[in-house]
DNA sequence: TCTGGGGTCCTAGGACCC
DNA sequence: TCTGGGGTCCTAGGACCC
């Protein structure tokens, strides 16, 4: 007989490799063949099957290092393709939120689930059910953890994850569950402790998740890893300390990239930034948001040893918040003029927009007026190229030929957002 | 040749005020 | 020689996440 906790009740529920899961999707004959995803400009790689894994590859290798492997393999390879992989998390995340009275989507492929609505001795049959329906109705298979918090929840997960046995589902509903768990779980395996937090954790002694739910001085906590530290161990106990979060609106959105060659010029450098500023204000638009603060940077290439480096940001505030790409890009470039310098390759720019106002409801300053033939056209532009694709309209300081472009040599087609680039499908009859 | 991009949260410490 | 103390607000940067 278990002792069963009397508890409210967390599951964590991640997709397995999302984005190869996602390739897989379309490309069934990829099953159990090694398969890995690179990000952007085909640097790194960034999402592996566990064929892949086995052959020693790991995730965030840089792909040129790997080559060898990749191709004595025959290793599938493809460039990242987000239209892709977004649209297929909506549709897992849509089918999640109705299998649980709150969701918390916390990233592309995880989402928390409220499971206090789920009788105790139901868990684990409701796990089943999830893992599942998701597989059953969209395609991409799923592990589940469950726990008195989420932390306990992640953890679980983790090791849904990786014990054979378990079949990608955990779920820590009695005392004894959860002190083994806790026993075979790392301190830099818990979330939330990264390499700098578990070295000093490790220094104090501690090696296990049970060693720090044990640890009993706050002040040492503290000390070590503030608030957050406390909160994480409290969560081991059992104590619900992180609030489940339904993500409303993002606070701040940015967009940079890496470039596909060195980029000398400023011209070419403002063009990028141009681009990524359409992207920026596209995404902040499309949450209902208007921002006030612009900050923009650029750098040089860290891994190039035989250049030298340049890297350097700058940021402006406005007087009043705009929703407008045009004025967000004049800014933009106004702040590369004062930090570009001749003669240094770039490699990366980025932009970041934050301190939003809501779009429809904010203060107006005595004598401020809307610019409405602004807001018009941002609401033309975004409404054309949601029907047309991307970029069909777009401010001519983004330029046409985009020579500074990143590299994706091996993305595959956006099978569900572009109606030229659905799968075709054949009647035999 | 080639090493990601996009986020969140927290806090120390500076600036400023009375 | 002695040179306040307490409070608030802001922000850059650290740490972490996927």
Same mark, same amino acid.
């Given at each position: 007989?278990k002792?069963?906790?009397?508890? @409210?009740y967390?599951?964590?529920?991640d997709?397995n ?6 390739e ?6 990829l099953? *159990? !063949?090694?398969v /890995? ?12 099957? $566990? ?11 840089a ?10 393999? @025959?290793? &599938? ?7 892709l992989?977004?649209?297929i998390?909506?549709r897992?995340?849509?089918?999640l939120s &109705?299998?649980s009275s709150? #969701?918390?989507?916390?990233? #592309?492929?995880?989402?928390f ?7 105790? @001795?139901?868990?684990?049959?409701h796990?089943?059910?999830?893992? &599942?329906?998701?597989?059953?109705? /969209? ?6 953890? #469950?726990?008195?918090?989420? =932390?306990?929840?992640?953890? +679980? ?9 378990a079949?990608g589902?955990?779920c ?19 979330w939330g =402790?990264?390499? %700098?937090?578990?070295? *000093?954790?490790?220094?104090l002694?501690?090696k ?5 739910c044990?640890y009993?001085n706050?002040?040492v906590?503290?000390?070590i890893g ?10 081991? !106990?059992?104590i ?5 979060? /339904? !993500?409303?609106?993002? %606070? ?15 011209i070419?450098? $403002? ?12 995404k ?8 006030k ?15 030298s480096?340049?890297?350097?940001? +700058?940021?402006?505030?406005l007087?009043?918040s705009?929703l407008?790409?045009?004025?967000i890009?004049? %800014? ?14 770039y ?7 934050? &301190? ?7 203060q107006? /300053? ?12 941002m609401?033309?532009?975004?409404r ?9 309209l *777009?401010?001519m300081?983004?330029g ?30």
């Open positions: 007989m002792a069963i906790f009397s508890h @409210q967390y599951a964590l529920v997709c490799s999302f984005y190869v899961s996602c897989r999707l379309f490309q069934p004959a099953k *159990k !063949r090694p /890995v995803v690179l990000s952007n400009n085909d640097g790194c790689m960034i999402a592996l099957s $566990k064929e892949a894994k086995a052959l020693g590859l790991k995730m965030g290798g792909y040129h290092e790997n080559r060898d492997i990749i191709l004595k393999n @025959q290793v &599938e390879t493809f460039s990242s393709n987000y239209n992989y977004q649209n998390s909506n897992v995340m849509m089918l &109705e299998m709150k #969701i918390e989507v916390y990233s #592309i492929d995880e989402a689930l409220d499971l206090s609505l789920i009788g105790e @001795q139901e868990l684990f049959e796990a089943q059910n999830i893992k &599942e329906t998701v597989q059953k109705q /969209v395609g991409i298979p799923v592990s589940v953890g #469950i726990g008195r918090t989420k =932390v306990l929840a992640k953890l +679980a997960n983790e090791l849904a994850k990786k014990s054979p046995r079949k589902i955990v820590l509903d009695c005392a004894r569950y959860e002190a083994a768990a806790l026993e075979k779980t790392l301190v830099h395996q818990i =402790v990264g390499k %700098k937090l578990s070295l *000093k954790l490790e220094l002694g501690l296990t998740a049970q060693d720090l044990d009993p706050d002040k906590l503290h000390k503030t608030k957050k530290m406390l909160e994480i161990r409290d969560e081991l !106990r059992g619900s300390c992180l609030s489940f979060i /339904v !993500r409303d609106k993002k %606070k701040n959105i940015g967009s940079s990239k890496s470039f596909g060659k060195k980029v000398f010029s400023i070419e450098l $403002k063009e990028a930034l141009a681009n990524y500023a359409t992207r920026a204000a596209f902040m638009r499309s949450q209902g948001s208007r921002a603060y612009i900050a923009i940077y650029m750098r040089t290439n860290p891994f190039d040893r035989n250049s480096q340049h890297c350097e940001g +700058a940021y402006l505030r007087e009043f705009t407008d790409t045009r004025e890009i004049s %800014k933009a470039w106004a702040l590369a003029d004062e930090i570009f310098l001749p003669g240094y390759a490699k990366k720019a980025g932009i970041e927009l934050s &301190e939003f106002e809501d779009r429809d409801e904010y107006l /300053v005595l004598g401020q007026k809307i610019n409405w033939s602004a807001e018009k056209l609401d033309t532009m975004d054309v190229n949601a029907r047309f694709g991307d970029n069909t *777009k401010v300081a983004c046409t030929h985009n020579p500074w472009k990143m590299l994706s040599q091996m993305k595959s087609q956006r099978h569900t957002t572009h109606i030229l680039e659905a799968p075709k499908v054949r009647s035999c009859i």
